[in-house]
T-cell receptor, first 114, second 114 residues
Framework: GAGVSQSPSNKVTEKGKDVELRCDPI?????LYWYRQSLGQGLEFLIY????????KSGLPSDRFSAERTGGSVSTLTIQRTQQEDSAVYLC????????????FGQGTRLTVV | AQTVTQSQPEMSVQEAETVTLSCTYD???????LFWYKQPPSRQMILVIRQEAYKQQNATENRFSVNFQKAAKSFSLKISDSQLGDAAMYFCAYSYQGAQKLVFGQGTRLTINP
């Protein structure tokens, strides 16, 4: 596809369940980022991938959160034993190598934990 | 650690007038880049403008321009001739060579009054 694709668009889950959020970056983009955005708030950095490696995972809130990237492409963010405070929009972005390049964002996954 | 601060949670302006959004950042790096992103209600993040720190000239994109004050670590966005379609959350962001982590401010919600 032409842009960053995230799935699902919306996810409602019960407290305590595990969820997986998927991000398909733009082809050829080596850098991939995950952010969390609570309602009307700013972007909270979660993790950054360069290729399949994660040089910076300092933003992951707890050990319930994990992420991986395979083939230098698709990334999955997994949240185990979801809590109500995990409810937020999870945004994925990708860009080519280089700090000056534009990051392209997906539409996000709205996660609601009930 | 690199931080980005947007001190104005909300701003409003009359249509056709000019508005300036503030952003300050903290870094010890010399080679870095600054960005303004727009997030309309659709949630799709869009790059508005970017500035290379090594350039003294302020970036301009049509009605959007920046006032980059490197010594003061300030990077404000000026929107001229405001239009209803400019209503959105605006995020200031920072990235630097070597780490390529993309750090965002808390955002400013801009309302355009007709």
């Amino acid at each position: 596809g032409a842009g960053v694709s995230q799935s699902p668009s919306n996810k409602v889950t019960e407290k305590g369940k595990d969820v997986e959020l998927r991000c398909d970056p733009i082809s050829g983009h080596t850098a991939l980022y995950w952010y969390r955005q609570s309602l009307g708030q700013g972007l909270e950095f979660l993790i950054y991938f360069q290729g399949n490696s994660a040089p910076d995972k300092s933003g992951l809130p707890s050990d319930r959160f994990s992420a991986e990237r395979t083939g230098g492409s698709v990334s999955t963010l997994t949240i185990q034993r979801t809590q109500q405070e995990d409810s937020a929009v999870y945004l994925c972005a990708s860009r080519t190598t280089g700090a000056s390049t534009e990051a392209f964002f997906g539409q996000g996954t709205r996660l609601t934990v009930v | 650690a690199q931080t980005v601060t947007q001190s104005q949670p909300e701003m409003s302006v009359q249509e056709a007038e000019t508005v300036t959004l503030s952003c300050t950042y903290d870094t010890s790096e010399s080679d870095y880049y600054l960005f303004w992103y727009k997030q309309p209600p659709s949630r799709q993040m869009i790059l508005v403008i970017r500035q290379e720190a090594y350039k003294q000239q302020n970036a301009t994109e049509n009605r959007f321009s920046v006032n980059f004050q490197k010594a003061a670590k300030s990077f404000s966005l000026k929107i001229s001739d405001s239009q209803l379609g400019d209503a959105a959350m605006y995020f200031c962001a920072y990235s630097y060579q070597g780490a390529q982590k993309l750090v965002f401010g808390q955002g400013t919600r801009l309302t355009i009054n007709p």
